[in-house]
Nanobody, 122 residues
Framework: QVQLVESGGGLVQAGESLRLSCAASGSIVSIRLMAWYRQSAGKLRELVATITTEGTTDYADSVKGRFTISRDNAKNTAYLLMNTLKPDDTAVYYC????????????????WGQGTQVTVSS
């Protein structure tokens, strides 16, 4: 079994920063992509940022220049540093990861964390 556990959410004022963490644990052989999504009230879940095993990153236009995704492969952990937060960034942030759990069989699949609330007040 694999678990993704997010942490670091909270309530901040506009312009402040937060750093989210996502730790993967369990029977992990390899982790390919790690990503952050967010979902605000009444809206669809949207992709925020992705990072490959090699460290290649990609961002939604709405967060480019403000958010930075990183990962520590030795710790199976991804991070999302969010600077200059805006009220529009208020959402539940979810970690997603593409993980293989068997060296013998291709068990690669997508896993989700439970989400962490980020609230930005104006």
């Amino acid at each position: 079994q694999v678990q993704l556990v997010e942490s670091g959410g909270g309530l901040v004022q506009a312009g402040e920063s937060l750093r989210l963490s996502c730790a993967a644990s369990g029977s992990i052989v390899s982790i390919r992509l790690m990503a952050w999504y967010r979902q605000s009230a009444g809206k669809l879940r949207e992709l925020v940022a992705t990072i490959t095993t090699e460290g290649t990153t990609d961002y939604a236009d709405s967060v480019k220049g403000r958010f930075t995704i990183s990962r520590d492969n030795a710790k199976n952990t991804a991070y999302l540093l969010m600077n200059t937060l805006k009220p529009d960034d208020t959402a539940v942030y979810y970690c997603n990861s593409i993980i293989r759990t068997s060296a013998l069989f291709d068990t690669t699949r997508s896993y989700w964390g439970q989400g962490t609330q980020v609230t930005v007040s104006s």
